[in-house]
Antibody
Framework: EVQLLESGGGLVQPGGSLRLSCAAS????????MTWVRQAPGKGLEWVST????????YYADSVKGRVTISRDNSKNTLYLQMNSLRAEDTAVYYC?????????????WGQGTLVTVSS | DIQMTQSPSSLSASVGDRVTITCRAS??????LAWYQQKPGKVPKLLIY???TLQSGVPSRFSGSGSGTDFTLTISSLQPEDVATYYC?????????FGQGTKVEIK
C-alpha cells in the first residue's frame, strides 16, 4: 500500500524557514517523480515543485522560485521541501504527491498534508 | 506559461443529471491532462489521467475527453457523493498548473 506521510509544518514568523519532509512507502520511490502541491485556506490547489525520478531535474513555481528547494533522499525514501524567506501568502496545507511516471505524470497518490502558517 | 481555465466555477444540478465541466489550456498540451476530485475537508483524489483514462477504482459515471487545448470532465449521472470541487491539471511540463476549480453542488 502506497503511503505518503508529511511532517515539518507549523507556525513560523515572516522571513523564517521550515523544512517539510514526506516519508514514502509501498512503492519504488526512486522510480517516480514527486511533487509538492499547496492549498491556502479556502483556496484552490497550487503546484509548488517537482523532483523527477530519473535525471534529478527540479522544477519550481514562480511564486516560490529562489526561496524554496526541493530535494529527495532515495536511500531514505523521503522527499523534502526547504522553505526560506517565508511570507504570509505561503500559509497553506502542503501536500506531497507521487506522480505516475519517472519524469512526469498525474498525481495518483497524495499525503494527508501538513499545515504551514506564516504569521507574527 | 500555459494557463488552465475551468468553467463554470460552480454549478448546481439534480441527482441523476449529466454534468459537464470544461478545462481550456492557453496552448496545446496534447493529452497531458488530469482531473482531480476534492471533497470538503479531504485530500484530492485522481479521477482521470491522460485526458480520458479512468483511474482504477473510480466509478464509470466519470469520463474525460479532449486533446490539445480543450478538455471535458463528464459525470453521466450525478450522485450525492459527487459533491466536491473538481480540478484539472496539466502535466506535460513545468509549471504543472491547476485550473481554478469547479464546485459541484446538489440542487
Amino acid at each position: 500500500e502506497v503511503q505518503l506521510l508529511e511532517s515539518g509544518g507549523g507556525l513560523v514568523q515572516p522571513g523564517g524557514s521550515l523544512r517539510l519532509s514526506c516519508a514514502a512507502s509501498g512503492f519504488s520511490f526512486s522510480s517516480y517523480a514527486m511533487t509538492w502541491v499547496r492549498q491556502a485556506p479556502g483556496k484552490g490547489l497550487e503546484w509548488v515543485s517537482t523532483f523527477s525520478g530519473g535525471g534529478g531535474s527540479t522544477y519550481y513555481a514562480d511564486s516560490v522560485k529562489g526561496r524554496v528547494t526541493i530535494s529527495r533522499d532515495n536511500s531514505k525514501n523521503t522527499l523534502y521541501l526547504q522553505m526560506n524567506s517565508l511570507r504570509a501568502e505561503d500559509t497553506a496545507v502542503y501536500y506531497c504527491a507521487k506522480e505516475r511516471g519517472l519524469e512526469r505524470g498525474a498525481l495518483n497518490y497524495w499525503g494527508q498534508g501538513t499545515l504551514v502558517t506564516v504569521s507574527s | 506559461d500555459i494557463q488552465m481555465t475551468q468553467s463554470p466555477s460552480s454549478l448546481s444540478a439534480s441527482v441523476g443529471d449529466r454534468v459537464t465541466i470544461t478545462c481550456r489550456a492557453s496552448q496545446g498540451i496534447t493529452n497531458y491532462l488530469a482531473w482531480y476530485q476534492q471533497k470538503p475537508g479531504k485530500v484530492p483524489k485522481l479521477l482521470i489521467y491522460a485526458a480520458s483514462t479512468l483511474q482504477s477504482g473510480v466509478p464509470s459515471r466519470f469520463s474525460g475527453s479532449g486533446s490539445g487545448t480543450d478538455f471535458t470532465l463528464t459525470i453521466s449521472s450525478l450522485q450525492p457523493e459527487d459533491v466536491a470541487t473538481y480540478y484539472c491539471q496539466k502535466y506535460n511540463s513545468a509549471p504543472r498548473t491547476f485550473g481554478q476549480g469547479t464546485k459541484v453542488e446538489i440542487k
